[in-house]
């Protein structure tokens, strides 16, 4: 079952250009988006955009969306509730210290940070998380998103 919802052709082939962007949105926002492939997706739509079997320009353009739009929530989802965590005594995955180091952490690489994330799996969707509740400076963490959204999507679609 779970190769259903994680094996990039499958994606394609049942749900088409929205399952793409439905995919990059949660990768990239969504903490259970941590299961999905992106790279390998995105790699997979290209060739098959390659054959004709899918739009290679529609593609370009709505997958950078969704990657922002993704990583916008994940933001978003961690400046809302991520304090409301944090704040909770220390646990397994949750501690105070987190967030200081997050802190420091785009204190001292910035937007570097967030473009270069896009590009590894796992670490993609928790730095958005981690700069909302290190409070990050949105401007700075919108530029650098979209910077990387593009970039990420782009070379894998068009390696494809």
């Known amino acids: 079952m779970l190769e259903f919802i994680t094996d990039p052709k499958i994606i394609i082939q049942a749900f088409g250009i929205i399952g793409v962007c439905a995919v990059d949105f949660a990768e990239s926002g969504v903490l259970l988006g941590i299961m999905f492939r992106g790279d390998s997706l995105l790699f997979t739509a290209g060739i098959l955009a390659s054959q004709g079997l899918i739009s290679l320009p529609l593609l370009a353009i709505l997958v950078p969306i969704f990657a922002i739009l993704g990583d916008s929530f994940g933001y978003a989802t961690g400046k809302k509730f991520g304090s409301a965590i944090f704040n909770k005594e220390e646990s397994i995955f949750f501690k105070k210290s987190y967030v200081t180091r997050g802190q420091n952490f785009f204190a001292k690489y910035g937007t570097k940070s ?43 679609l068009f390696a494809g």
Request: glycine share 4%.
């Open 114 to 156: 967030i473009t270069l994330a896009r590009f590894v799996p796992i670490v993609r969707t928790i730095v958005p998380l981690v700069a909302g509740v290190s409070s990050m400076n949105y401007k700075k963490f919108l530029r650098a998103n979209i910077f990387g959204a593009i970039i990420w999507s782009e070379l894998f």
